[in-house]
């Protein structure tokens, strides 16, 4: 996959959409500086249809909400998930049509669905109007009409990603779209059709690379003391997560939660990342006998799994593989077990509709996959974008509840804790209600006739599907969290986690780790990538106290500059149940070379290693290790007492350079600026490191033990 390529793609498409939008706008007499009449019946002249100012009126309604540059850029994005979607789509033959709308079957930008026009069978195509368009010439007007059909026609299946006929967004798609330079164009020429091929992780990178410069944007309005917005979270904390790592958190916390009640050497075999249980004592080794025989009990439809943060989807989507392999191995139809998944198994939530909207697409894709009739057995996944509840009206709350005491609590509770929840998303904390009573009441309506039915159906139904599953616990949940100090966060966010979260309030990240330990049931798996601030810093002390309580079946500490796009640490823990291993893992260009340190709690440590290509950070990873198996939060310090005991187990002869460079034979320190040099943008850990270091000098007298 050409990565830069989709990302000088996706960075140009973004402002050449937004130019696009506006300009179309502008055509509708709708611009920054204004928008006229709201019920104009015609802009410089020309007259416009019904359907054209009840377009505009709705456009006009939602620029007085939100804004008018929001609205442009919300709009932008909009086709550009639906023009990625419709690509990944054609490719693959996914289409149920099986015609190309971008492209011919060379790859060229010629549409076969342009060749095909009088011979296409869609859902609502009025071959009249088609056959009007090719008598006249009018090739740019038909291949409009032919692309808004197009997406009309799986709305039913993929509503999220499509919506119907007649929106503003219809309005507002670009002129020009044949050109050889327009945004159709250049996606077709400047990605490699390779790289679309069942390869869903491509919408995620796409969807990174879009919101580049609107990130760039939000991190320099910070350093002019602007708080982030809500509509600026989900750009300035979200990333794409690496394949690798999605796959070692998904296999170590979904596939151990099977693999300990259904052992099987062939799934075990095929997950490149699992890693193996470690030796226990046997007082422990007891319990987990137990857990076992519990896990025994677990069928395949029953396992739930959460990514309260999913962005573009893309461990949904491993989530997905991985339980298909579950399903086939308990002997289900492929196809049968698609269907499941999607009804069963997964769930997924997000505050930004654009990354909802490419999850849904990317686990929809994935099912795609398995079934070839998927897209046309109405079947939805359980994957939302978080709603608000600010623009429910209070007749809308009293015709759902009709003065039922019981419903009006429920429903009352669930519109007051979902106010103004895109500031908050997942880390909401919901009482819980009745849902079954609630779904019932809208199974009513939908047989009403009511004026109100629409508003209940069309905006309370969805804040009560989100809210539920907010309120759920999970066998499994996996997350890469967004990441945003207090310093960045708005007054609402602000005040709610210092309300909510006060151990974990310094950083969205660790607000995380607590919401998500709160999500997973009882001897369910909690499976993270996060910051590894909260290891050492003074204001998570709290906060590792609380994780002290909770126990670690793993963990990979990456080290500063691990990855391109990010530094990060992984962190993998399971509730109840004993600590088990430390991991340390790094990734190169092709491979990630694994350390791995079998630990207890009782100060003993044995070493297995595998040592290739890769140069690990040895200080920074050492250090870290010593630490957490040590002395764990004990304000960065070493128990000297607990090293010496663990130093005639410790395996350690690759550290030489280790002792002969940072360890040397004098009392200053004063070559410290090699390890600044490779922790520069750590500074904010950089004085911790280095009275660890000298902390650490005192091992040169138990030098030999450790060689020994």
């Given at each position: ?6 990302q ?5 498409a ?6 696009q ?14 928008f ?19 377009q ?6 939602l ?15 909009t ?8 690509r ?10 099986h ?14 669905i ?28 038909l ?50 059709e390779q790289d ?43 990333l ?9 958190m ?5 596939g ?8 099987n ?16 004592e ?9 857990l ?5 009990t ?9 990514d ?9 989507v491993?989530?997905f593989?991985?339980l ?6 308990a ?15 997964l ?7 654009r990354?909802a909207?490419?999850a849904?697409?990317a ?15 109405g ?15 209070a ?17 009352e ?12 998303g ?84 660790a ?12 001897n369910?798996y ?20 609380k ?25 993998l823990?399971?509730?109840e ?7 340390q ?43 957490r ?12 007492d607990?090293i ?14 280790f ?16 390890i ?18 000298e ?6 007298a ?5 060689h020994?």
């Amino acid at each position: 996959m050409n990565k830069s390529k989709i990302q000088k793609f996706a960075m140009w498409a973004r402002t050449e959409l937004i130019t696009q939008v506006k300009q179309r706008a502008y055509q509708y007499g709708i611009g920054e500086a204004g928008f006229g009449d709201t019920s104009a019946e015609a802009i410089s002249g020309r007259l416009l249809t019904a359907e054209e100012r009840t377009q505009r009126e709705e456009l006009i309604r939602l620029v007085k909400k939100k804004g008018y540059n929001q609205v442009m850029e919300e709009v932008a994005y909009t086709w550009f998930n639906r023009f990625i979607a419709l690509r990944f789509m054609e490719v693959n033959n996914y289409l149920p049509s099986h015609i190309r709308v971008f492209s011919d079957a060379s790859g060229a930008f010629k549409p076969e669905i342009l060749r095909d026009a009088l011979h296409l069978e869609l859902p609502g195509l009025n071959h009249a109007k088609v056959a009007e368009y090719i008598e006249n010439s009018e090739t740019e007007a038909l291949y409009r009409y032919l692309l808004l059909t197009q997406c009309n026609a799986l709305n039913e299946a993929l509503p999220m990603m499509f919506e119907r006929m007649g929106g503003y967004t219809e309005m507002l798609l670009p002129n020009n779209i044949l050109r050889p330079d327009s945004v159709l164009a250049r996606l077709i020429a400047d990605i490699d059709e390779q790289d679309w091929t069942d390869q869903v992780q491509i919408i995620g990178w796409l969807y990174q690379y879009y919101n580049t410069e609107l990130k760039d944007d939000t991190f320099a309005q910070l350093k002019k003391n602007v708080k982030i917005a809500k509509e600026r979270i989900p750009a300035a904390t979200q990333l794409f997560t690496p394949d690798w790592i999605v796959r070692y958190m998904v296999e170590n916390s979904l596939g151990r939660l099977w693999l300990e009640g259904h052992p099987n050497a062939e799934l075990h075999d095929g997950w490149k990342y699992y890693l193996d249980e470690a030796k226990q004592e046997p007082e422990v080794e007891e319990q987990l006998v137990g857990l076992r025989e519990e896990y025994k009990t677990i069928k395949p439809e029953e396992i739930k799994v959460i990514d309260p943060c999913m962005g573009s989807g893309h461990i949904l989507v491993y989530a997905f593989d991985v339980l298909m392999q579950i399903y086939t191995s308990a002997g289900w139809d492929q196809r049968e077990a698609a269907q499941s998944i999607l009804k069963n198994n997964l769930f997924g939530l997000d505050i930004d509709d654009r990354a909802a909207q490419l999850a849904f697409f990317a686990v929809m894709m994935k099912a795609r996959q398995y079934d070839r009739r998927l897209l046309t057995r109405g079947i939805q996944p359980n994957i939302y974008s978080i709603c608000e509840s600010n623009g429910i009206s209070a007749m809308t709350i009293e015709y759902f509840h009709k003065n039922d005491p019981k419903l009006k609590a429920d429903i009352e509770s669930i519109v007051t804790e979902m106010r103004d929840a895109k500031e908050y998303g997942s880390i909401l904390n919901i009482t819980p209600v009745d849902f079954a009573g609630l779904y019932a009441r809208f199974d009513e309506i939908r047989e009403d006739i009511d004026m109100m039915q629409k508003p209940a159906l069309d905006e309370l139904l969805p804040v009560v599907k989100c809210t539920e599953v907010l309120a759920q616990k999970y066998d499994v949940v996996v997350t890469n969290p967004p990441y945003m100090g207090s310093s960045g966060m708005n007054p609402l966010l602000t005040n709610y986690v210092k309300t909510n979260y006060p151990d974990s309030k310094s950083d969205l990240f660790a607000c995380f780790i607590e919401r998500c330990g709160q999500m997973a049931k009882k001897n369910g798996y909690q499976a993270m990538i996060t910051q590894h601030a909260w290891m050492f810093l003074s204001s998570f002390e709290k906060l590792r106290t609380k994780l002290l309580t909770v126990d670690i079946v793993n963990m990979a500490h990456l080290g500063a500059r691990a990855f391109v796009q990010f530094n990060k640490e992984l962190q993998l823990r399971k509730t109840e149940r004993t600590l088990t291993s430390y991991l340390q893992l790094r990734e190169s260009a092709k491979d990630a070379d694994v350390i791995i340190s079998n630990a207890t709690a009782n100060g003993k440590l044995d070493t297995n290693y595998h040592l290739g290509k890769t140069a690990f950070r040895i200080v920074y990873s050492y250090l870290n290790a010593l630490e957490r198996v040590a002395c764990g939060v004990n304000e960065g310090l070493y128990d000297m007492d607990v090293i010496s005991k663990m130093s005639g187990k410790l395996l350690i002869s690759q550290y030489d350079s280790f002792f002969n460079v940072f360890i040397p034979n004098r009392k200053n320190f004063s070559e410290r600026s090699s390890i600044q040099d490779e922790y520069n943008d750590e500074n904010d850990y950089f004085n911790e490191y280095i009275t660890m270091i000298e902390h650490l000098k005192k091992l040169e007298a138990i030098k030999g033990a450790h060689h020994a």
